[in-house]
Structures are given as structure tokens and as C-alpha cells.
């Protein structure tokens, strides 16, 4: 009996179609009106954070990755998040990261910024 060879180019192809069937399944309407028109957009990483209420340390309870035109244009999108079902119970800041997993900017939401 022989074997089924797949090459790697077919697996990739099949696991990036699964990827974007997920991810169309759990987008809502009004995530297709944020994204920048297609290869226009930079991929960056939020990471949702609490702080601790003894030490105050940043512990990461959930993240997103988001493709926007640029960083400020994602600084602009994350600070309406709050109070949206993008946003995670109990988390008290985002930390933007670039595609490389480096920090750009950490934006800690007050009440006030409502």
C-alpha cells in the first residue's frame, strides 16, 4: 500500500483556508469595515492586560492580532474598544506589538477615557 504525499505548499494552502474560514465565521459585520484594503496593512499583535492588585505586574489575559494602515491608525481603533465584545472582561490595558513580538506602545484605559 503506498503512502499520500502532500507536499508543504499544499498543507500551508489548506491550513491558511481553514484560518480564514474560522476567522470568517467569528468576524461581525463591522470588523470587515476596519480592515484596510487588501495588502495595504501592517499586522500587529494586542496583548489585553490586568494588573496585579498586590505587585501591580501586567499579566496578559487574552490577545488579537489586527492589521491596520499603521500604528496610529491601530492606536486610534484600540481606544474604542473599551465597552465593545472586542474588548476583555477585566482587562485594564493593551500593549501593541509589532509582527517581530516588539513592544510599541502600551495604552492603560481609565474610566475618564470613556
Not at 29 to 55: A, N, S
Not at 75 to 104: N, S
Request: glycine share 6%.
Amino acid at each position: 500500500m503506498k503512502g499520500h504525499c502532500v507536499s508543504p505548499v499544499s498543507q500551508l494552502s489548506v491550513s491558511l483556508t481553514a484560518v480564514v474560514i474560522a476567522t470568517a465565521v467569528v468576524e461581525s459585520r463591522d470588523d470587515h469595515d476596519r480592515r484596510p484594503p487588501e495588502g495595504c496593512g501592517v499586522i500587529f499583535e494586542l496583548e489585553f492586560l490586568r494588573y496585579g492588585k498586590r505587585d501591580n505586574r501586567p499579566v496578559k489575559i487574552a490577545r488579537m492580532m489586527e492589521i491596520a494602515s499603521d500604528v496610529e491608525a491601530l492606536k486610534a481603533r484600540v481606544r474604542r474598544l473599551p465597552g465593545t465584545l472586542a474588548w476583555p472582561e477585566g482587562a485594564e490595558a493593551v500593549r501593541i506589538l509589532d509582527r517581530a513580538g516588539h513592544e510599541l506602545e502600551t495604552w492603560r484605559w481609565r474610566e475618564d477615557d470613556a
